[in-house]
């Protein structure tokens, strides 16, 4: 599963984390997604608090990403990342400004020459 796909299913199943107990079938995939997003490595469990922490993480995630904008970014003709539109998007930034956005961007710009590889390769 992807971020993409994760972020997706996020926003898709709102039933799951704000209700108190995610359905047994969907728990898997729940965890999954909890993990995916935030780094985390829990492991699939019924336990109560558990669950209710990260239902409030879920709502915390979800919160966040509507409420951030997304930048696209795009690979220029000299093989440079930028925001201004070229073509096909290769990938987004969600962040809650254009500062954010940039610095990010600048982030992604230093891994490629440190790295000497295309994010979109990876």
Request: glycine share 4%.
């Amino acid at each position: 599963m992807t971020q993409e796909i994760a972020w997706a299913w996020l926003l898709n199943n709102s039933d799951l984390y704000e209700s108190a107990k995610p359905l047994a079938d969907r728990r898997d995939t729940y965890f999954m997604v909890h993990n995916l997003l935030t780094g985390m490595n829990k492991r699939t469990t019924s336990c109560g608090r558990c669950l209710a922490g990260m239902r409030n993480t879920m709502k915390n995630l979800k919160h966040n990403y509507t409420s951030m904008t997304e930048y696209k970014i795009y690979r220029t003709l000299k093989g440079n990342l930028s925001f201004k539109p070229q073509g096909e998007s290769i990938m987004s930034i969600h962040a809650s400004t254009e500062l954010t956005a940039k610095d990010a961007l600048l982030g992604l710009k230093a891994f490629e020459k440190r790295e000497q590889k295309n994010i979109e390769n990876l």
